[in-house]
Every structure is written in structure tokens, then in C-alpha cells.
């Protein structure tokens, strides 16, 4: 693909378009990528970075990571962050699944024990943890206790007993952003989340199990701290967000940013999905506090995932999850506005980063992570297709170039539509079976659009973070099961 | 109904252009477009029960915006998979819409099971006359 004549190299894998790129660019824009993933990289990538370059308030950069890809408003894999007196909060720069994320869980189990129960395992898993479309989960919540759930995320699953204490330390914000209002969430968003706690969605969503290979250890001390130590051990890692409540709270504030950013506040923007308010206003922090609630929704979902995968593994192996050491790494956020300190000119500045397909990567020894990783940095972990391979990163202190924020996963590169015209889920499955990965799905389809060729790789992306100085490798895991939504 | 999906404009999503000789034509192509993504065959779903929705907007666009996204609350909030059985738009000032859905819950065992239809999205979102007729360009993010 071409990329436009204006974009400029700054090093091996910094790239820039000036502001005089497009009217309107208050900032230039900053994007991180290998020469290859640059040539790789969409149209959409550079029209959009640059759309939220024009984006009032904007510090610095707009950023995109080397795994992005066109998104709605901010690209995927998009950061940008704004002084939060004169900036912006828009739903277009945290995306529609607000807190999509991961969480990496350990086991004390290695391959050989794990190879001969893979298809009870998957199976048991796919059974248990719902997905796909319509599907509910095992709470069965009325409206207002949801709303307990939606303030307090992971917190409540620990009140009732759905979590371990740790699980809550090793949580980005301890599971839980603070301040999250559920009176600013709307009544249509609440019915539609109310009863999917616990429940994967389709799509790019996934649980995978996998294994942690000796050969592909890159830095024994930093995986070991966090919490790889056997050869060949088995991890688990799953993929999901804030289902229909947080699809319903971004598609709420995009309307009704909509109506009040021009008549109300004279902000014009290149893109209707770039829609936003100024963060002070009120119906800006009405969105704040609903995206918490949204936020809080995906935290209190994954734990109670992590609480249905304890159970298959513990009724499998006949151990108690503790037993089987089935600790959480840690939980990362893609999705997400947040107010963090950060340098600039050498003065601590409170700003509001917002990260859209892209992970927070905080170096070691900052606030806001847990005392165990103080020295290690923060765990970030990468998800990549269900072929491929997935990655443990650490943050590192170079990272204060991009606010502390690195790639999320390895980003689409063939549509849905063509990887379905290319591949047949039913053959996929075969295939995947012959080279040791089984894999279960709701749907044919949704499985071959899923196939490890329709993304980037996810070695060059990671290359990329590494080369840019914004995260660095811990250890690659390879998948040996997956389910699908 | 007249709809196509476009592979080339949404890499991780769905894109469709829905097509109608009136403006209601188009909305229930558009609306039938949106279920065809979530299950296969649309057909099969029978109308065991049924949905009154009106809408206002002052803009023709968004009024379409906000009946697509009637489709993806219902799914979430009752399961319903809905079809358009009659849809009426007037302009009393501003745009107002009123259809007669009908449908059945999501059944996994008879509806083959798409993707889940998270949003839909205002990129390349678009309702144009054509010749006589009307077109709809949606994204969905999925």
C-alpha cells in the first residue's frame, strides 16, 4: 500500500506526518512501525491519526501503534492524550467495546499433562464459558444489582466469592475505575447488559489455552516474576470486553455528543465518529462516568470468566484451582479514557489518555501498578490470531515517548469477507487439528474469518514495540486450544 | 431484499449497501442486512412475536441510525430476532418513523448463529437517493 508522500522517518520505527499535513492538525501525527508494517499499513491509518491530530486540546502527538489498523474515529491501535482544562473526551478514541481486554492466568501444569485431557478441556470450556450471539451468563442479576456490578467491577465478584484477593491487586486499577455513576448510564444500555456477565461475545473474542515453551523465554527473571517457571507450562489467556452495555453507553454519548459538540460548544470535527465534548463539560463527564461503569462491566465479565475456567480445570484434573497454581498474571485494558500523571518539559502534567486498541505499558517502579511488578514493569499482554501466537511484554522506561502505551494484538490485514471467501472454518478446524491446536467455534464462518493469515505477524508487531522502545519481551506463548464466540 | 456486503470497506467489521425504490424499501433492506449478520438464513425466523417501534429525528440519516440500532437492542435485551413487516416514514416537522417488527428469540439449534452485531457505526454511514430509488451504506462493528 502506498503511504503518503508527506510522511516523514524520524528513526528506524518513528514515523511522522508534519502538521501541515491536513488543515486543521494542531499536532503532528506520530506513528510507531517497522518499514514493512509502515508499507502494510491501511490508508485509513493515516487519514484517521491525522483527523485526530485536528482534535482540540490534543498534547504532543496523536499517536498510532505498529498494529494499526482504520477503526471508527481513532484509528485501532490509536492514543492520543489531551489536557483535560481545554481537551476532549470522545467515544470515537476509546471505541464501541470500551475495556475490551486481556487476561493471562498460569497454571502448574506443563504439556504432557495437559496434552492427553486438550479436547475434555476445550470442550468442557466452550460448554461452560457462553458465547456467541444472544448468549447469557450463569448470574442471574436483576437490573439493580447489575448496577452494584457496573460501579464496583471486580470488587463484587470478590464480595461474592467469585474471586481471589490477588486477582484484584493484579487487575489494571485494581478492577475497578473509580468514580463510575450508573445513573449516567442510559436504561436501554443496562437491559441489554444486565444478563451477560460472564459471557465471551463473537468476533475477535476468544479463550485460548497455551503453552509457554522454553525456546521462546526471552527474559527468564521477568517471566519467572511473573509467574513462569516450569518448562512447557500452560497458561490460559481470554479475550473479551463490556458486551452490550458498553456497545450501548458508546452508541448513547455518540448520539448525544452529536447534538450539543457544534450548536453547544463549536467544535467541528473531519469524522461524525470522531464526536466528542470538552472534558469539563457536563455531558462530558456524564460519558466519563458511564464509560467507568462500562469499564467496570468488562472487569467484573472477565473475573467471572476466570472464575468459569478455574472450575473446568479443577473438575478436569480433579485439583483445587489453587492446587493447580491458576494465577492470574495480570488484566489489561485496551479501551479506555483515563486521567494519568505524565512528564512534559520536565513538569508532572495531569492528562486524559485515551487508548483505543492500544495497552497501557507502565515502566517499572511507576504508580499504579502492582507492588510485585514494581521492578519488572507492568505485564502487557498481546493477543494473536488463534494460528499464531500470543506475547508477554513488560513496560520499560523509554515508553514516556508514547505516554507509557504499546501495541494490543497483531491488527487485521484482510477483511472478514475475503478471509471467509479463502478459508473454510470446517478444513480450518482440520488443519488446526494437525498441527496440535484444537479449536471450537459457534460458527463455521466466524472461525474462518479468525485464520492466522488475515493478520499482521504478530513477531514483526511486537519487533516493532520493542525496536520503538515501547514494551519489551518477557515470553511468545504458543496456542494448543481455543474457543470461540 | 436488495442488500450486498462490501468486503473492501471494513477490514475488521461489516459493511453493506442496502438498496429500495422508496425510502421505506431501503430502511427494511438496510434492517434485513443488519439480521443477516447475526444469523444465517432470515427466512427461517417466524413471527411469533411482535415489536410496535416509532422514531423521531430531525435528520433522515440518523432516523435509519436509530432504527438499525433498535435491531441490535432487541437482540441484546429480549434475543429477538426481528424482521421488518411494515415500516412507514412522514415528515410532521421532523422525520418520524413507525414499523411493525416481528420475530422469534435466538435459537441456536434452528438459526444458524453469525456475529454478534456490537454497534452500528456513523463511518461511511450514508441514505442517498439513487435514480428513483434510495441507497444505505452502513458499517457494523462486529
Redesign the interface.
Known amino acids: 500500500m502506498a503511504t503518503p508522500s508527506a510522511l516523514k522517518r524520524i528513526s528506524d520505527t518513528v514515523w511522522e506526518l508534519p502538521r501541515g499535513y491536513k488543515e486543521g492538525m494542531l499536532v503532528p501525527a506520530r506513528i510507531f512501525a517497522t518499514e514493512k508494517l509502515i508499507r502494510e499499513m491501511?490508508a485509513g491509518v493515516f487519514d484517521q491519526v491525522t483527523n485526530v491530530a485536528c482534535l482540540p486540546g490534543i498534547v504532543n502527538y496523536a499517536y498510532c501503534m505498529p498494529d494499526g489498523?482504520?477503526?471508527?474515529?481513532f484509528p485501532?491501535g490509536g492514543m492520543a492524550a489531551f489536557d483535560p482544562a481545554t481537551g476532549v473526551i470522545s467515544p470515537g478514541g476509546i471505541g464501541?467495546?470500551i475495556n475490551c481486554g486481556m487476561r493471562l492466568i498460569t497454571t502448574s501444569l506443563t504439556l504432557d499433562e495437559v496434552r492427553p485431557r486438550l479436547k475434555e478441556l476445550v470442550d468442557m470450556l466452550f460448554y461452560r464459558v457462553p458465547s456467541?450471539?444472544?448468549s447469557?451468563g450463569f448470574l442471574r442479576l436483576s437490573q439493580d444489582e447489575f448496577r452494584d456490578v457496573i460501579e464496583e467491577g471486580s470488587g463484587w465478584c470478590l464480595k461474592k466469592g467469585f474471586a481471589w484477593p490477588e486477582d484484584i491487586e493484579l487487575t489494571e486499577e485494581r478492577g475497578c475505575f473509580e468514580g463510575a455513576d450508573s445513573s449516567k448510564a442510559s436504561r436501554?444500555a443496562v437491559?441489554?447488559?444486565f444478563d451477560?456477565v460472564g459471557t465471551l461475545?463473537?468476533?475477535?473474542h476468544y479463550c485460548e489455552i497455551q503453552v509457554a515453551r522454553p525456546e521462546n523465554v526471552f527474559d527468564r527473571e521477568k517471566a519467572e516474576a511473573f509467574g513462569f517457571t516450569l518448562p512447557n507450562q500452560i497458561a490460559v489467556m481470554f479475550h473479551c470486553g463490556s458486551?452490550?452495555f458498553g456497545?450501548?453507553v458508546?452508541?448513547d454519548y455518540?448520539?448525544s455528543f452529536?447534538k450539543v459538540m457544534e450548536p453547544k460548544y463549536g467544535i467541528k470535527v473531519r469524522?461524525?465518529?470522531l464526536?466528542c465534548a470538552p472534558f469539563h463539560s457536563k455531558e462530558g463527564q456524564d460519558y466519563f462516568a458511564a464509560m467507568k461503569c462500562a469499564a467496570n462491566m468488562a472487569f467484573a465479565n472477565r473475573q467471572m470468566i476466570l472464575y468459569l475456567i478455574r472450575g473446568v480445570f479443577s473438575e478436569i484434573f480433579r485439583r483445587s484451582p489453587e492446587d493447580l497454581g491458576m494465577n492470574m498474571v495480570y488484566d489489561v485494558t485496551h479501551n479506555t479514557a483515563k486521567l494519568e500523571d505524565h512528564t512534559i518539559d520536565k513538569k508532572k502534567t495531569r492528562l486524559l489518555v485515551h487508548r483505543k486498541g492500544a495497552t497501557r505499558a507502565f515502566a517499572p517502579g511507576m504508580e499504579g501498578i502492582p507492588e510485585r511488578y514494581k521492578k519488572t514493569g507492568q505485564p502487557v499482554i498481546i493477543g494473536g490470531s488463534m494460528e499464531t501466537g500470543s506475547y508477554l511484554l513488560a513496560g520499560v522506561e523509554s515508553g514516556a515517548e508514547a505516554f507509557y502505551t504499546t501495541a494490543h494484538g497483531s491488527g487485521?490485514?484482510?477483511?472478514?469477507?475475503?478471509a471467509k471467501?479463502m478459508y473454510r472454518g470446517s478444513s480450518l478446524q482440520h488443519d488446526m487439528e494437525e498441527r496440535g491446536i484444537y479449536v471450537r467455534s459457534?460458527?463455521w464462518?466466524?472461525l474462518a474469518e479468525e485464520a492466522g493469515a488475515a493478520y499482521k505477524s504478530i513477531d514483526e508487531v511486537v519487533e516493532a514495540t520493542e525496536l520503538a522502545g515501547l514494551s519489551r519481551r518477557v515470553l511468545r506463548l504458543t496456542p494448543i486450544g481455543n474457543i470461540k464466540? | 431484499m436488495p442488500y450486498r456486503?462490501?468486503?473492501?470497506i471494513?477490514?475488521?467489521?461489516?459493511a453493506f449497501e442496502a438498496t429500495g425504490n422508496s425510502l421505506e424499501e431501503a430502511f427494511a433492506a438496510a434492517a434485513e442486512a443488519t439480521l443477516n449478520v447475526?444469523?444465517?438464513e432470515p427466512e427461517r425466523i417466524e413471527r411469533r412475536e411482535s415489536i410496535d417501534v416509532e422514531l423521531e429525528n430531525d435528520d433522515l440519516e440518523?432516523l435509519l441510525f436509530?432504527f438499525l440500532?433498535e435491531l441490535?437492542?432487541y437482540?441484546?435485551?429480549k434475543?429477538l430476532l426481528l424482521r421488518v413487516d411494515e415500516v412507514k416514514i412522514e415528515v410532521e416537522g421532523r422525520f418520524r418513523l413507525r414499523a411493525k417488527l416481528s420475530g422469534e428469540?435466538?435459537d441456536?439449534m434452528k438459526h444458524?448463529?453469525?456475529?454478534?452485531v456490537?454497534?452500528?457505526?456513523?463511518?461511511r454511514?450514508s441514505l442517498l437517493r439513487s435514480g428513483d430509488g434510495w441507497t444505505a451504506t452502513a458499517?457494523l462493528?462486529?
Open positions: 491501511d489498523h482504520w477503526g471508527y474515529g485501532i464501541f467495546d456467541g450471539v444472544g447469557t436501554k437491559e441489554r447488559g451477560q461475545g463473537s468476533g475477535n458486551r452490550g456497545h450501548q458508546a452508541t455518540l448520539q452529536l469524522d461524525r465518529e464526536a487485521r490485514t484482510m477483511s472478514r469477507h475475503q471467501r459457534v460458527t464462518g466466524g464466540g | 456486503y462490501l468486503g473492501e471494513a477490514t475488521a467489521d461489516v447475526m444469523i444465517e440518523m436509530d440500532n441490535v437492542y437482540k441484546d435485551s434475543k428469540m435466538i441456536p444458524p448463529l453469525g456475529a454478534d456490537k454497534a452500528v457505526t456513523l463511518h454511514f458499517v462493528d462486529i
